[in-house]
């Protein structure tokens, strides 16, 4: 998950003062961290290991999730995972290929080809309509959707709402295929050491509900992230429940047979096995239901293009901006202010360093966001300490509900 933004500095001693920028890597965690789907490679369903690899039912009229238990507590895990499988389904992200004639010219003809898949979980059927939760970056730049489901058959899916920071999307399908929605449960009630089960597609639809069992290995967990719209910091639940490239969007399930989780990736790297990590079902509900509402997450709003301060060398920290050796590395370097924002209507300015928001420490624009997006409303009246040549001040703004431009 990446993004890059085009810089626009005022004058040539800007140009010269962002010459040492650098392009922001893309991967998680240098690709220790890695997205559970599968990709495809020349035309063929390989799976493929990337750190930001794209990839990619009873009448309910209720307006929320289903919350009815769909199987008998006594039911063993065979069974338990017979009634919950109709739920899951895969996705695969079918996308836009250029083509070159013989001599190497991009021809104008263009196919949609599968990019890449991954799984989903039905959780809504209302009005001819049936819904499914999915991960952003299983159907993230795709022009065309496909749904597979346990009968068999297939069937478009438009998407309804998509957000980055979260990793989640809404995918809707035609109710006519659906026969069961999925129960989910609460993840704030989940301890370490309960047994849970993944189901999901890994390595494509060759696989397609395959299940794995393991543990709640710890919840509360925060994990750093890229994501195409910036830098933050995932909350999500660990398990080591086996999470395959494919399993993007699948549902962890309790003993009971709810969804308290949905699969989005895993730590790969020499010497580790058995972590990997869903976004729990607390987070998921609202999250969906706003997607499907409003087609993305509005979130306050600072208008600032911005960079972690540990990117800027150290010289230039001291030297030019002012840093004390105190605060070296922490906080976050203002490269623009968008004309007419908050930050702009407060007076922030470029080469201005933000170290505090209504008192908090920002050690990171992920530490910004987390600050902004969890404690903070559109609306409100927010005090931000900056560092401007050396000294620091208080400026107060009121938060918009744009979406934050980033680096």
């Known amino acids: 998950m990446e993004t890059n933004q085009e810089q626009h500095p005022k004058s040539k001693m800007a140009k010269r003062n962002f010459s040492w920028l650098t392009?922001?890597?893309?991967?998680?965690?240098?690709?220790?961290?890695?997205?559970?789907?599968?990709?495809?490679?020349?035309?063929?369903?390989e799976p493929v290991n990337s750190s930001v690899s794209q990839q990619t039912t009873g009448s309910s009229s209720s307006s929320h999730m289903?919350?009815?238990?769909?199987?008998?507590?006594?039911?063993?895990?065979?069974?338990?995972?017979?009634?919950?499988?109709?739920?899951?389904?895969?996705?695969?992200?079918?996308?836009?290929?250029?083509?070159a004639d013989m001599f190497g010219f991009e021809s104008d003809r263009s196919n949609e080809e599968k990019a890449g898949s991954g799984s989903g979980v039905i959780y809504k059927k209302t009005d001819g309509k049936a819904y499914i939760i999915t991960n952003n970056h299983v159907v993230e730049g795709a022009n065309k959707l496909t749904v597979s489901l346990a009968?068999?058959?297939?069937?478009?899916?438009k998407l309804m709402g998509s957000d980055p920071l979260t990793d989640l999307a809404v995918v809707e399908i035609p109710a006519k295929y659906v026969d069961k929605v999925a129960t989910f449960g609460d993840s704030t009630k989940l301890r370490a050491g309960e047994p849970v089960i993944a189901i999901g597609n890994p390595l494509g639809n060759e696989l397609s509900r395959t299940v794995t069992q393991g543990i709640i290995s710890g919840v509360d967990r925060t994990?750093?992230?890229?994501?195409?719209?910036?830098?933050?910091?995932?909350?999500?639940?660990?398990?080591?429940?086996?999470i395959n490239p494919g399993n993007s969007g699948g549902a962890l399930l309790n003993s009971k047979g709810e969804v308290i989780g949905?699969?989005?990736?895993?730590?790969?790297?020499?010497?580790?096995?058995?972590?990997?990590?869903?976004?729990?079902?607390?987070?998921?509900?609202?999250?969906?239901?706003?997607?499907?509402?409003k087609g993305k997450i509005e979130r306050p709003f600072i208008g600032i293009?911005?960079?972690?301060?540990?990117?800027?060398?150290?010289?230039?920290?001291?030297g030019?901006?002012?840093?004390?050796?105190?605060?070296?590395?922490?906080?976050?370097?203002?490269?623009?202010?968008?004309s007419g924002s908050p930050a702009d209507k407060a007076g922030l300015q470029e080469n201005d360093c933000m170290i505090k928001l209504n008192g908090k420490n920002v050690d990171s624009g992920s530490t910004l966001r987390n600050i902004l997006y969890k404690n903070t409303n559109i609306g409100d009246k927010v005090k931000v300490t900056i560092i401007r040549n050396g000294k620091t001040m208080t400026k107060q703004l009121t938060l918009d509900q744009k979406e934050e431009t980033t680096s």
């Open 262 to 293: 949905i699969n989005s990736m895993k730590i790969s790297q020499n010497g580790v096995e058995g972590i990997g990590f869903a976004i729990p079902s607390h987070d998921v509900k609202p999250i969906a239901e706003q997607l499907l509402t």
């Open 305 to 318: 293009l911005m960079m972690d301060l540990e990117q800027v060398p150290e010289q230039y920290q001291t």
């Open 66 to 99: 289903n919350t009815k238990q769909v199987f008998n507590k006594s039911a063993d895990i065979s069974e338990m995972v017979e009634d919950v499988s109709p739920t899951i389904v895969g996705i695969s992200n079918y996308q836009k290929q250029s083509s």
């Open 320 to 338: 030019t901006l002012g840093v004390g050796p105190n605060q070296l590395n922490k906080g976050v370097y203002i490269r623009k202010v968008q």
């Open 151 to 157: 009968n068999g058959k297939e069937t478009d899916g």
């Open 23 to 45: 392009p922001v890597i893309s991967g998680i965690l240098g690709g220790s961290i890695v997205l559970g789907i599968t990709t495809i490679n020349d035309h063929k369903d």
């Open 223 to 242: 994990v750093p992230v890229d994501t195409s719209a910036g830098k933050t910091e995932m909350h999500v639940i660990q398990t080591d429940a086996a």
